[in-house]
Every structure is written in C-alpha cells, then in structure tokens.
C-alpha cells in the first residue's frame, strides 16, 4: 500500500520527470566532460565549437535561454491550470499537473541548463585553453531540441485549452479504469435483423469518404446504411452501419478508414459546426452577467441571417448513394433546411427574447429569409416567428414591473 501511495504521488505530481530530467542533465555533462577528457580535447576541433572565449559565451548565453525558456513554460502552466479552474471545472487541476508533454518540456529546459553549467566550468583558459568539444556540440544539440519542443509544446497547449481536449482528458482516463475495474465487458448487446458494424473507438465523424463506402459495398454486393450523420459523436462499440444484403466479404478496415473521427467536429465539412460556434458566441454574450453584449450577438446573427438565406434555395442532399451501375450501396443520414434553421435560431430565442436590438434583429432575419425561401421551406419560418413572438411577451411580462393601486 505504501509503495502504491507513492507511486500514484509522484504519478501526480509535477515536479517528479523534470527532476528526473535533471539527473539526466547532469549524467550527460559529466558522460561528454569525461569523452573529452579521454581524448585529450581533441575530438571536436575548435573550428567548430570556437575558442575557450566563444564556449564560454556560447555556454553563459544557453544556461541564461534555458531559464528563461522553463519561467515561461510555468508560466503558461500556471496560466491554463487557472483557465481551467474558472471555466470548467477545480477538479480537473490535477490532471492538467499530470499532462506529460508540459513535463518533458519543463525538464528538457532544465536539463539543457544544468548540462550548459556543468560543462561551462570545464572550459579554461583564454584563446589557448582548452575546449570540451563533445560537451558543447551536445549542448548545441539540445538547444535545438529545445527549440523543436518549445513549438511543439506551444501547439499541444494551445490544443490542450480546448473544451473538447480537457473533457477527453477526463473521459479517457476514466475509459481506462472502467476497464481496469471491472474487466468483464458483460452480455453483449442483443442481435438486430440486419448486421451490424460496430466503432471501435469513440469520436465525432467529420469527413465520410462516400466514393471509398460505395465502393465496399458494391464490391459485396450489399447496401451500406450509416448510423451517425456528419457531425455526430459516435461512442465506442455503437452501431456505426447496418449491412443490408450479404455482407460477409466486406472489410471492416477499409469501413473504417473511410471515416475521420476526431475529438470535436470540423469546419472541413458540417455546416452545423460553423452555425453551432456563432449561436454559441451569441448565446455567451447574452449570458446572466453584468456585461452583456447585445451587439456581438446583433453580429453574429448578421452571419447566420447570410448562412441561411445562402441554403434558403438550395438543393440538399438525398443521402442516398449508387454505384456506376444505379444500383444503391449507401444511405448517409442529413441534415435538412428545418435542421438548420432549429440549430440558428432555437437557443437565441431564448436567451435573446429579453433584449430588444437581438429580438429585433433575428425578427428582420426570418422575415427576410420567408421572403426568398422555397415554399416547402417556409412552415418552419412561420412557427420560429411565432415562437420568436411568444418569448418577447414573456420576457416582457417577466421584466414589466408590477403596478401597485392607488
């Protein structure tokens, strides 16, 4: 029990790799010292490495960089832990301190800082002296790795900040103790009529290779049917097709090589996606707080007034897919104009009703896009009008104050 308690504390803790780093450090400079040492200093010529004066130099300037380079990155740390804190959840701090990558990081910086001091006191003398060759090529070496993490780093935190990737972060490690403590997976799930192929891991699709689908279907001669539409998220061992017809020589491989599954949905391909962050950003600027911001939401409403009224008139997609020979081989489930419309104007509704300039401005937008839509297209127009309506005399009867008698 002790040895466990230990081992989940320095699991936990951020200090545990770079101070291993540390010790690394150290083992290089006194491992390259004594290389340079058993050739007398000549195993890398001066020419490339410079004289005592430029080492030293070369030497002070990657020790002070790479102290630098660590602050920052702690800096950073510090800075999404408290991100993190304030927009999600305190919980999931220790975690953020457990993220390997920012570590490594940490304790390359340090590393390469204590190889530079280490290897400083080694180079004696003025222009006569001599040189740890070895020992300053590997610091040069380490400079560039440094140089290649710290961008590397800057992305991976950057990706890190998302919501997605800290509710990932989460769902994955917790993925991974459900099977550590309960190994049985169960009774599987009942058998369906048609057969089924199930994902193997979770995700949300964001591209469908259709040409690839119909392709293995036609080669089976059966009819492919994709349960998640584009934009779905898709948990592991869902049912991802139903197989109509014989689907005995399919390659579930080539299935699924030809969907893309991610950690959130793309701009590459879901229109919903791009309709989803601007009601967001609307949505946020209308939230319960003492800063509202009508007018970014006046804004982005501006831009999905343009999405819709882009697709007002436009053909949409069957969803149904044929080989060369007309012969069906796929169904993919879309998205239609109502779907679009809902997804735009639904939650604005109502968190906007309470605001004159939004309620005013979405108004504008679905009477505009009644005007050029098809006419199928129009019934749901006129039912988010009304439900527009209805929401802007509630919230007035909610805000309006209550006159007393005279």
Known sequence: MRLRRLLMHLGGSLWFVPVLCVIAGAAISFGTIALDRLSDYGAISNDVVGDPNAAR????????????????VLTITMVVVQLAMGQFSPRIVQR????????????????????????????????????PGIAVATA????????????IYVQHIGQALRVSA???????????????????????????????????????????????LVAQAHRSRCILELVPALGDFVPADAPLFLVHGNGTRLDEDELYQ????????????????????????????????????????????DRIHD?????????????????????????????????????????ITLAGAGSPPVARRL?????????????????????RLKAL????????????????GR
């Open 96 to 131: 953020i301190l457990r993220d390997k990558p920012s570590q490594f990081a940490i304790g390359l910086f340090v590393a390469t800082f204590v190889h530079a001091i280490l290897a400083l006191r080694e180079v004696s003398g003025n222009e006569s002296g001599h040189v």
């Open 363 to 383: 108004e504008a937008a679905l009477i505009d896009l009644h005007g050029v839509a098809l006419p199928d297209r129009k019934p749901i127009l006129d039912r």
């Open 307 to 347: 999405i819709l009224r882009q697709l007002a008139r436009r053909p949409f997609p069957d969803g149904v897919y044929r080989d060369g020979s007309g012969e069906l081989r796929l169904v993919v489930p879309t998205h239609t104009w109502d779907d679009y419309v809902l997804l735009a104007t639904e939650e």
């Open 166 to 212: 800290l509710v990932e972060l989460v769902g994955h490690d917790t993925r991974g103790l459900v099977d550590k403590l309960y190994p049985d997976s169960g009774t599987p799930a009942p058998a369906q009529d048609e057969t089924v192929v199930r994902a193997r891991q979770s995700g949300v699709i964001t591209a469908i290779g259709y040409d690839q």
């Open 258 to 301: 030809a969907l893309v599954f991610k950690l959130e949905p793309t701009l590459d391909r879901d229109v919903r996606y791009g309709l989803r962050m601007l009601v967001d950003i609307a949505e946020r600027s209308l939230s319960e707080s003492p800063f509202q911001d009508p007018t970014t939401a006046v804004q982005a409403i």
């Open 57 to 72: 130099s070369i030497l002070s300037t990657v020790a002070v960089s790479m102290v630098s380079l660590t602050a920052l």
């Open 140 to 151: 040069y070496l380490l400079v560039l790795a440094s140089i290649v993490v710290l961008v």
């Open 389 to 404: 309506a209805a929401a802007v005399s509630q919230a007035e009867l909610e805000t309006t104050p209550v006159l007393s």
